[in-house]
């Protein structure tokens, strides 16, 4: 579960477009390379590092 989000206002508000919220449940499906693939509301996402290393979960 994303507990906090440590991101511009812009970045959150492209984010939640997304389904990446607080509180919002994730499934980490890939760890590879320069991304990490999740699972968030039933659609698979391709986070780069930057963003990735922003949301912090629990």
Do not use: Q
């Not at 206002?9 to 890939?30: D, F, M, N, W, Y």
């Amino acid at each position: 579960m994303i507990t906090r989000i440590a991101t511009d206002p812009k970045e959150t508000s492209r984010l939640a477009a997304l389904g990446i919220t607080v509180e919002a449940k994730v499934t980490v499906l890939s760890s590879s390379g320069g991304a990490v693939v999740v699972l968030v509301k039933g659609s698979r996402l391709a986070l780069d590092r930057e963003p990735e290393s922003r949301i912090f979960v629990a």
